[in-house]
């Protein structure tokens, strides 16, 4: 059986999106799957970080329209986050209308803007918290640890979800580490994430965090985040697949190692 290294973008779908989980872990069943640890880093400050913004946004306004116009205002600032956003509504949303027939009737002084909000917060809730007692249940195993990592689970406060989740600024960057030992791999990428048109912000950041490892220069563990898609097919062994959702963006890294990426 061929190995894939395992990638955020699965993690994500088979966590977060119902509809998509069964189709994911058949796709995950044909490798034998690793999962580095930096995957689930990424994980918490993204898509699960995501679902954890909305369900307070849903808390702190108590509305659907409210939390959707924050939404908007975020829109060309964070579009990771309001697109990872609008896909958990649309989804909700469409569950809201299947349960519809059979929900009780609203109580009286219940708007049904509080109530679509309360039908959100609820299913985000769930999701966030079943997320994250499965993340590290969908490969093979978990590779690549990084003692660096914080990785505290989601917690209720004043009805607030938080979840405590980042690499220690105290601690050595564990995850600057790996790469740093394999340096051929890493100037390789280097040079292929310089070379992938149009430059996006996260190439420019990539670069910036890659170039530090290279050079040795002062590494400050806020960069560990900047890292991406790279620690992928760095960490990737010889003859191991890229797995993903998103080939455009891990292909030329990894074309850059001889290595091959399939999605589902
Ligand atoms: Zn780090």
Not at 23 to 32: D, E, G, Q, V
Not at 206 to 218: E, N, P, T
Request: with cysteine; net charge positive; charged share 30%.
């Amino acid at each position: 059986m061929t190995s894939g290294v395992v990638d955020t973008t699965l993690i994500a779908d088979a966590t977060l999106k119902p509809d998509k989980a069964q189709s994911t872990k058949a796709f995950l069943a044909k490798y034998r799957t690793h999962l580095p640890e930096y995957a689930l880093r990424e994980f918490c400050a993204g898509p699960l970080g995501y679902y954890k913004w909305l369900h307070n946004k849903f808390v702190e306004t108590r509305s659907f329209s409210r939390t959707l116009a924050a939404l908007g205002k975020l829109a060309r600032a964070q579009p990771n986050r309001v697109a990872t956003s609008l896909e958990a509504v649309a989804r909700s949303t469409s569950k809201l209308s299947k349960d519809f027939a059979s929900l009780p009737k609203l109580d009286n002084g219940v708007s049904l803007d509080e109530f679509q909000a309360e039908y959100h917060r609820q299913a985000a809730s769930n999701l966030v918290q079943l997320a994250w007692r499965k993340r590290r249940r969908l490969t093979d195993s978990v590779s690549h640890e990084l003692d660096c990592f914080i990785d505290r689970g989601p917690k209720l406060e004043r009805s607030l979800l938080t979840i405590d989740s980042r690499c220690d600024r105290k601690a050595k960057c564990a995850a600057a580490e790996q790469l740093v030992a394999r340096r051929d791999r890493l100037e390789k990428v280097l040079a292929a994430n310089k070379s992938i048109t149009p430059q996006r912000p996260e190439h420019q950041r990539r670069h910036k965090a890659l170039r530090a490892l290279v050079r040795g220069s002062q590494w400050d563990n806020q960069l560990c985040r900047s890292l991406g898609d790279a620690v992928f097919s760095v960490l990737a062994e010889p003859a191991t697949v890229v797995l993903t959702t998103n080939r455009r963006d891990h292909e030329p890294l990894a074309a850059a190692l001889g290595l091959t990426v399939d999605e589902p």
